[in-house]
């Protein structure tokens, strides 16, 4: 599969595309938190199971999800109300983060690129991902960001990482995506680009590679993928 897609890349050129929650820090906590504060004051309940169907989908889609699971109807302008709520909630947890929530493995594997000299963007459905990055401290280290205000469809449509791949001056065909998401996934693989699974192998199983975590991403495995593309 890998050849498949990376057979015609003629220079030796390679840039990385990274999902924010889950992959960097962990805010779906957060968003866990707000979003069953929201369903108990709707009268329903809201479950960590549940909260797996939100990833990687925009805060609007989100809600409909959210809706649907406890069968409740609201008009457009409650529905606008509701998201600015769970919203401000949220931006209350985030605020308090710091470089102590960057998930194992991720700083490691953004100095091996560096070392490498391989561009790395942030293609993340969050509308708070500068935020956050800056409250962790690497908002500096990006080369791009693409969040959720830069882009009109969300995963599992691929624009957020066909705008990554823009701004790391690359074809989709050159780009490897970090995900946790099956929405991600699936957005990674219909660009074109080389996905890489983090978390769950039996959820994440249609991604291209598959790691637990990113602590398991060695350097060797780098180089390796990169002769690959090249």
């Known amino acids: 599969m890998l050849y498949n897609r990376t057979k015609n890349i003629m220079n030796n050129k390679i840039g990385v595309i990274f999902d924010l929650d889950g992959v ?6 957060y968003h866990f938190l707000a979003w069953k ?10 479950t960590k199971k549940h909260n797996e169907l939100l990833k990687g989908v925009s ?6 999800i959210l809706l649907s699971i406890g069968n409740v109807k609201l008009s457009e302008e409650k529905k606008q109300e509701f998201l600015v709520c769970k919203n401000k909630e949220y931006l209350e947890f985030i605020k308090k983060m ?31 991902a500068p935020l956050i990055l ?3 401290g690497l908002f500096n280290r990006f080369a791009g960001i693409v ?13 957020v990482f066909l705008i990554g791949a823009e701004k790391l001056n690359l074809q989709p065909e050159q780009c490897i995506v970090f995900e946790d998401a099956i929405a991600g996934i699936e957005a990674a693989n219909t660009a074109n680009m080389i996905s890489i699974g983090v978390g769950d192998k039996e959820t994440l199983e249609k991604a291209d590679f598959h790691f ?16 690959r593309v090249s």
């Open 37 to 46: 504060n929201l369903a108990d004051a709707l009268g329903f309940e809201f």
């Open 24 to 29: 960097i820090v962990d805010t779906a906590k």
């Open 147 to 159: 969040d959720g205000n830069s882009v009109s469809k969300a995963k599992p449509d691929p624009e």
């Open 212 to 227: 637990e975590s990113l602590t398991e991403v060695t350097a060797n495995f780098i180089k390796e993928l990169v002769k």
């Open 134 to 136: 800056k409250q962790v």
């Open 98 to 128: 710091n470089s102590s929530e960057i998930l194992p493995g991720a700083l490691e594997l953004l100095n091996t690129l560096d070392a490498l000299g391989i561009k790395y963007v942030l293609g993340s459905a969050s509308k708070n």
């Open 59 to 64: 805060r609007v889609r989100s809600l409909d």
